[in-house]
DNA sequence: TCACGGATTCGT
DNA sequence: CGAATCCGTGAT
């Protein structure tokens, strides 16, 4: 996901982002991964087939966008943390307008938000850091899935 | 129906 | 570093 392009499609305007901060969470063994609780009517978008989107509310104000990532009943996927433009993963649900309506979204089939090839493919590096805000999570809180975009 | 708490942010 | 913030979730 690191370095590709996030689309949002509005009425009257699109806005394409690069993707530079990105976030690991990886099944229901995973203490810090939603799915930890089971599948529950908030949970059960993540055992989809990759390519939907996972959306939900925290601290009661901010949405977080992520994409399923695995296999069917593989509950996985990635937190978009931050854009070219936007620090911080609640930052990017503001700037990109994202609600309880792209719970389930399938981003190959969306007029509204996708993914997109980087047009001009730039060298990167990965730089890899623990999770943030998961602490509760013991020794899973200590991952390095937290992953930055960075230059060569 | 309700009590609980959080994949954050912003200000000091 | 600490408080604000408050809805949705999951259990009853």
Known sequence: MLGKILVRKFSTKTIKYKITETEAYC???DLACH???GKTSRTKVMYKTGGV???YLVYGMHWMLN???ANKDQPEAVLIRG???SDGPGKVGKEL???KSF???DLTKSRRLWVEEPVVKEKFKIKKAKRIGVDYAGKWSNKP???ILSKP
Do not use: M, N, P, T
Request: proline share 0%.
């Open 27 to 29: 099944g229901e063994e």
């Open 35 to 37: 799915a930890s609780k």
């Open 53 to 55: 989107i996972y959306v």
């Open 67 to 69: 994409i399923v990532a």
């Open 83 to 85: 854009l070219e433009k």
């Open 97 to 99: 307008k994202i609600d």
């Open 103 to 105: 719970y389930g979204e």
């Open 145 to 147: 899935w937290r992953f």
